[in-house]
C-alpha cells in the first residue's frame, strides 16, 4: 500500500499563509489550489451566496487584466481556472502542465491578491446566477434538497444554499462581495496547495516571492463550529406540489461534525444503510424488494459544525406513504440491532479497496488535502485511512448506529401532490402542510 502513498510537505509563510505539497512525478501536470478556510456558512444573514460569488467574482479580472485578457491567457496555456464557495470553505483552482508552474502560481496570486471587483461586471454575474436559479427550480430533486435543508436549519447557516437563491439574489450587492474579501480572505485562514511535478523547495521559494506581501486588512470571522439551535421538530412536513406525479423525499436529522471520533465507524455504517448502492439495506427493501423507486441514498454530510444526515428517494406519488414507513423501519433496525459481520466486512473492502483510485491525479489528491487541511485531520491521514476503516469493529459499528442514528427525530419532508398520498401519510401521523420554504 505505502507505494502509491505520496509524501505531504508543509510550510509556513511568515504572514501565516500555510503551504502544503505533493510531488506528483507520474504526468507532467499541476494542480493549484487556494483556500480560505470560511465558506458559505459565513455568509450575511440574508444574503446566501455572498461566498459563492465572491470567489467567481474574482475571476473576472484583476486591477492587472480585464477578464477577457485574463481568460485568453490561462488558455494560450491549456490551462483550467475554476471558483467556488463552498460549506467551510471557498477555493480557487487553476490546472496546468507543470512547465508554466511559475506562470500559474503568478496568475492564481494575482486573481486572489488584486482582484478589480468591477463594477461593470455585477449586473452580469446577477444575470447569470438569476438564470441559473430559476432553471434549478424546474428541477423537483435540486428543489426538494434545498428546501429540506431550509426547513430542517432555519435560520441557522447550514440552512440557506451555497448558491443563494432568488430572494437573497436581490438583496446582494457588489459591497457585500468586497466586504467578504476584505475580511475572510486573511493569510492565517488561507492555505496554498500544489500536487504536480514540481519540487516541493521550489513551491516554498516561489510561494515566498509571490505570496509573501498577502496580507490581511481585519479579523476573519471566527469559524463556525457549534450546533445550531432551534431546529425544525420531527414529523411529516408536506408541501404540496399538485402538478407532480410523483413525491420527492427527504428524512434527517442533525448528524456529527468532521472531527467526532466516532467518523469511521460511521462512515461504514452509512454505508451499510444506504450510501452502498445495490448493497446497501435501502436499496435492497426499497428498490429490489417493494419496486418503489430506481435510488435511494442516505448520507451524512461531515463538516465543521454538526451537518445534517439525510436519505433521499422519490417514488410515484401513490407509494409516498409506504415508502416513508419502510425507511424508518430500515433505519430502526439497523439502530436496534446493528450490522452483520458480513455487512461490515463488504464495506471495508469497499473503502479499502476504493481509496488508491482517489490519489491517481492530482486533481483527486489535490481534493484529499483540502479535507486534511481544513477539517485538521493532520498529514498522516493518507497512511492511517485504511487502518482506521480495516479497525472497526462489529461493536463499534454498533456502538455508533446507536449513538448517532436517530430514528425518533427524523424530520420528513414530502414535495409532491398533496391529493394522492397526505390521506395515507396521517396514517403514519400527523402532517403539517406547508407553504413555500
Known amino acids: 500500500m505505502a507505494n502509491y502513498l505520496p509524501e505531504i510537505h508543509q510550510a509556513t509563510l511568515p504572514n501565516g499563509m500555510n503551504l502544503l505539497g505533493v510531488e ?7 494542480s493549484i489550489i487556494f483556500m480560505v478556510k470560511r465558506g458559505s456558512e459565513a455568509d450575511p444573514v440574508g444574503k446566501a451566496g455572498v461566498a459563492d460569488w465572491t470567489a467567481e467574482y474574482l475571476t473576472l479580472g484583476t486591477a492587472r487584466r480585464q477578464q477577457l485578457q485574463l481568460a485568453q491567457d490561462i488558455e494560450s496555456r491549456g490551462a483550467t481556472l475554476a471558483a467556488r464557495g463552498g460549506w467551510d470553505a471557498t477555493l480557487i483552482s487553476l490546472e496546468g502542465l507543470a512547465e508554466d508552474f511559475p506562470e500559474l502560481l503568478a496568475t492564481l496570486a494575482e486573481i486572489v491578491q488584486v482582484p478589480a471587483f468591477a463594477e461593470e461586471e455585477f449586473p452580469l454575474l446577477k444575470k447569470r446566477r438569476r438564470a441559473e436559479l430559476v432553471h434549478m427550480l424546474d428541477d423537483p430533486r435540486e428543489m426538494a434538497n434545498l428546501r429540506f435543508l431550509r426547513l430542517f436549519f432555519g435560520d441557522a447557516p447550514y440552512g440557506w444554499p451555497v448558491p443563494g437563491d432568488l430572494k437573497s439574489l436581490e438583496a446582494l450587492s457588489l459591497d457585500d ?3 467578504f ?14 500536487v504536480g ?21 481585519g479579523p476573519p470571522s471566527p469559524p463556525y463550529t457549534s450546533a445550531p439551535q432551534g431546529l425544525c421538530p ?3 412536513y408536506l408541501l404540496d406540489r399538485p402538478e407532480l406525479t410523483q413525491s420527492e423525499i427527504r428524512l434527517g436529522h442533525l448528524g456529527l461534525p468532521r472531527s467526532h471520533p466516532d467518523f469511521f465507524p460511521l462512515k461504514l455504517v452509512n454505508y451499510i444503510l444506504g450510501e452502498g448502492g445495490f448493497s446497501s439495506r435501502l436499496m435492497g427493501r426499497i ?9 435511494i441514498r442516505s448520507h451524512f454530510h461531515f463538516r465543521r459544525a454538526p451537518g445534517p444526515f439525510i436519505i433521499s428517494t422519490f417514488t410515484p406519488a401513490v407509494h409516498t406513504a409506504l415508502v416513508v414507513k419502510e425507511i424508518t423501519q430500515v433505519v430502526k433496525e439497523l439502530w436496534e440491532k446493528g450490522v452483520t459481520a458480513q455487512e461490515l466486512a463488504e464495506a471495508q473492502s469497499y473503502y479499502v479497496g476504493h481509496f488508491p483510485l482517489g490519489l491517481e491525479t492530482p486533481r483527486g489528491l489535490g481534493r484529499q488535502l483540502i479535507l486534511m487541511d481544513l ?5 498522516d491521514y493518507l497512511k492511517n485511512y485504511c487502518e482506521q476503516i480495516q479497525g472497526v ?3 463499534a459499528a454498533a456502538q455508533a448506529a446507536q449513538a448517532h442514528l436517530k430514528p425518533e427525530d427524523l424530520v420528513t419532508l414530502i414535495m409532491g401532490p398533496a391529493s394522492q398520498c397526505a390521506e395515507a401519510l396521517e396514517e403514519l401521523g400527523p402532517v403539517k402542510i406547508v407553504d413555500e420554504i
Open 24 to 30: 506528483y512525478d507520474r504526468v507532467p501536470w499541476v
Open 197 to 217: 511535478m514540481v519540487p516541493f523547495p521550489r513551491v516554498v521559494e516561489e510561494a515566498g516571492r509571490l505570496w509573501g506581501s498577502f496580507k490581511d486588512t
Open 181 to 194: 474579501y476584505q475580511r475572510q480572505f486573511a493569510p492565517q485562514t488561507c492555505s496554498l496547495m500544489v
Open 375 to 379: 477539517y485538521d485531520l493532520g498529514r
Open 177 to 179: 462581495l468586497k466586504e
Open 287 to 295: 428498490r429490489s424488494d417493494l419496486g418503489c423507486t430506481y435510488g
Open 234 to 236: 420531527p414529523g411529516i
Open 393 to 395: 469493529t462489529l461493536q
